[in-house]
């Protein structure tokens, strides 16, 4: 099993949906979760973090993590084109507790 | 200069060659990572340094080194390039130790490579 797990997608959604990615873990002590977000041809972009059970809110962003499933999502309302962009979900993991990303899960609003 | 810069943009290099991949962060940050992303594989850590002076491996450290010389600077070498270590080179930094801390990292704007 893949320590960080992600919906490989690709997830297309109508502009102004709800945009739901989904991402697995499998080291129960992680206690901090990121999601970045990465334009094509361009550098990974910090967007959330949350290390509390429960949701988290940021604007249109929403990150929701459940330790007892090992799982985290990110929810965007209100979806744009310009939110179009492989989202990556990274967590601590390893025995030297370094950040591990899942495969990312591509995105694609369309108008 | 605010952030992380990386040098150069993209290379073309022969194989056998060595090649060194710069890395300097403005930040004050204590940690410093280097990445290499491929399609299907996603960011795979390669070296990383907690703080100036430390370096340790990562998940993908054979034919990479590092050292961390002062906090800015973080270079990766490749001894002798060879055609697998084609990828896109991704330096990062963060203000926590690893132990104990918030791990979020910020990433540089990344070097492409080719080896031939």
């Known amino acids: 099993q893949k320590e960080v797990e992600q919906n490989s997608g690709p997830l297309s959604v109508p502009e102004g949906a709800i945009a739901s990615l989904n991402c697995t873990y499998s080291?129960?002590?992680?206690?901090?979760f990121f999601w970045y977000r990465q334009y094509s041809g361009k550098s990974p972009e910090l967007i959330m973090s949350?290390?509390?059970?429960g949701d988290k809110e940021d604007g249109r962003f929403t990150a929701q993590l459940n330790k007892a499933s090992q799982y985290v999502s990110l929810l965007i309302r209100d979806s744009q084109p310009s939110d179009s962009a492989t989202y990556l979900c990274a967590v601590p993991a390893g025995s030297a507790r370094q950040l591990t990303f899942g495969s990312g899960t591509q995105l694609t609003v369309l108008p | 200069i605010a952030g992380i810069t990386q040098a150069p943009t993209s290379q073309i290099l022969a194989a056998g060659r060595r090649m060194t991949l710069r890395c300097t962060q403005d930040?004050?940050?204590?940690?410093m990572y280097w990445y290499r992303q491929d399609l299907g594989l996603g960011l795979r850590l390669i070296h990383y340094s907690n703080t100036a002076g430390t370096t340790g491996k990562g998940e993908v450290p054979d034919g990479y080194s590092v050292s961390r010389a002062n906090t800015d600077d973080f270079p990766l070498t490749l001894a002798s390039a060879v055609p697998s270590q084609t990828s896109v080179y991704f330096c990062a930094s963060s203000d926590s130790m690893v132990t104990g801390g918030y791990n979020e990292q910020f990433f540089g704007p990344g070097t492409r490579l080719t080896v031939l």
């Open positions: 949350i290390y509390s059970n």
């Open positions: 080291d129960r002590v992680s206690q901090s």
């Open positions: 930040m004050r940050h204590n940690a």
